[in-house]
């Protein structure tokens, strides 16, 4: 079954007076329950394509549907925090409109569980580092229980061990729950790992759209993995060249 | 050695320079008096008590100003803020209203609202106003775009976006305007009692010099910047606690 639909969507973006192709008649739809990532060299129009889904920005061609009203979570490159709120207030931006104090209290104590952070309840995010405010916003899009969530390269910024940690606490956040994930990365390993199904952009097209058919727990030194990490790299590579 | 420290010995420093001076008939007594007579001005008028009642009444000028300031011009760019249409017909002359110093003011605030505490709170709106107004609405311009579009993504009204993101992502630029328009409320004061007062600190150093009592003058002097300080460092030390984030922030800039 189909979550959202995309259809012959284009957008296009006026660099002084230029028109630029961010993208350019994609068709796409995104099953429920699924884990897929975008990958693509950056200006590939990943980052269009999610603001498009996310409803930031309205297609110039085509149409979006969804199947039906879905509540999302977005995690942007930033963690995109208030810097005058402690991570409990940051958390309960997402929960403003609950009007149950109690039902707040405990999505709260549970998502600060889920993330590391309840040591961290009282701080404001200055004192916290650049992996642990990812962690709070990535907290901030679950605890509304998202059924789809939106990551616009959300590890990109980290540094590898608290990348790792946090792909393995996403692995299981999928796996606990019946959400659907787009991911967007420019990390081909990354995507491998997480997801099963990865497309691939190119000058605003979808270029590659591939099954991930590797075991749950994967490996990166495993055949297969490499295998198809390899295909993904030419996949981005060749279609470069193909386009003038 | 501590900071304080060592600002501690450079002010006992300075008053035996003064006081050497003084004593050694090096410069002339009159216009430099001893630390030991302004130390005796001092007694005389806390004794008589017109020291505390002068700087009780300047107290009382400038937090009534200060907070008729804040009230209007705080609101004001927020409207300005919200609607840049109605902005742009007022930027052009707020942009002239700023670049007249206040004091130049004074005597037309003194034929509009007489020499009583109208003029001198007046002269302080205009003082503190452009600090206060401009950090605000500067504080509010500047919040980052995407952190309102986080907002649309958790599905937030117009107005959700204003309570929760606008105004606390502002607060620091906004708490900053108010502690720089605290200090210029202070200095436009004095000008204003050394103008057209009968009281107040400005007052009483403008009464001195005309009673040739050079003493109360220094005194008056001190007494202005010991206050100045102390009420700038008690507010800096409050917002501190009571904002953690706010040292952060100004270091950041």
């Known amino acids: 079954m189909a979550l959202l639909t995309l259809e012959n969507v284009s957008k296009i973006y006026s660099i002084e007076g230029l028109p630029v192709m961010a993208l350019d008649s994609v068709t796409l739809s995104i099953e429920y329950g699924s884990f897929v990532s975008v990958i693509g060299k950056s200006g590939a129009g990943k980052t269009t394509l999610l603001r498009i889904i996310n409803q930031l920005e309205k297609p110039d061609k085509g149409t979006i549907s969804y199947d039906r009203s879905v509540k999302t979570g977005t995690i942007f490159q930033e963690p995109r925090l208030i810097r005058t709120k402690t991570v409990e207030k940051n958390l309960q931006l997402a929960l403003c409109r609950e009007k149950n104090r109690e039902e707040v209290k405990n999505l709260i104590d549970e998502t600060l569980r889920m993330t590391g952070l309840t040591l961290f309840r009282k701080a404001y995010p200055f004192q916290l580092s650049g992996g642990m405010a990812q962690r709070v916003s990535l907290g901030r899009a679950l605890c509304r229980k998202p059924e789809l969530l939106l990551m616009d390269e959300p590890f990109g910024a980290l540094d590898a061990i608290t990348r790792k940690n946090l792909q393995g606490e996403l692995r299981t956040i999928f796996r606990s729950s019946n959400i659907t994930i787009i991911f967007i990365t420019h990390d081909v390993t990354e995507a491998i790992m997480l997801s099963e199904r990865i497309l691939v952009m190119n000058n605003g097209q979808i270029t590659d759209d591939i099954k991930v058919t590797l075991p749950k727990d994967r490996n990166e030194n495993d055949k297969d993995f490499i295998e198809l990490k390899k295909h993904l790299y030419e996949s981005i590579i060749l279609k470069e060249n193909k386009i003038p | ?253």
């Not at chain 2, 050497?20 to 008939?25: A, P, R, T």
């Not at chain 2, 110093?101 to 003194?110: D, S």
């Not at chain 2, 007494?223 to 009420?231: N, P, R």
């Not at chain 2, 606690?241 to 950041?252: G, L, Q, T, V, Y």
Request: glycine share 6%.
């Open chain 2, 1 to 253: 050695m501590n900071a304080f420290f060592r600002q501690t010995i450079f002010i006992i420093f300075l008053i035996a320079a003064w006081f050497f001076f003084s004593e050694s008939g090096l410069v002339n007594s009159y216009l430099v008096p001893s630390p030991i007579k302004i130390f005796e001005a001092g007694i005389e008028m806390v004794s008589n008590g017109k020291l505390q009642a002068n700087i009780l009444i300047s107290i009382v000028r400038v937090v009534y100003g200060f907070c008729i300031t804040a009230i209007i011009a705080m609101p004001l760019a927020f409207i300005f803020y919200l609607f840049p249409l109605l902005y742009s017909y007022f930027s052009g002359f707020l942009a002239f209203l700023k670049s007249i110093p206040p004091l130049a003011t004074v005597p037309l605030l003194i034929l509009w609202f007489g020499i009583d505490e109208a003029s001198k709170i007046a002269l302080i709106f205009l003082a503190s106003f452009f600090p206060i107004f401009l950090d605000t609405f500067n504080g509010l311009a500047q919040v980052d775009k995407k952190i309102l579009e986080m907002g649309d993504t958790l599905e937030l009204t117009h107005f959700e976006k204003i309570y929760h993101i606008l105004i606390p992502e502002a607060l620091p630029s906004i708490i900053t305007g108010l502690r720089l328009g605290f200090a210029y409320c202070w200095r436009a004061l004095i000008g204003a009692e050394m103008i057209a007062a009968a009281s107040g600190l400005g007052y009483m150093i403008l009464d001195a010099e005309e009673m040739a009592r050079i003493d109360i003058v220094y005194l008056g002097i001190i007494s202005i910047g010991v206050f100045g300080l102390v009420i700038e460092h008690t507010i800096l030390k409050w917002v501190n606690r009571i904002f953690p984030w706010m040292n952060f922030e100004c270091k950041a800039k």
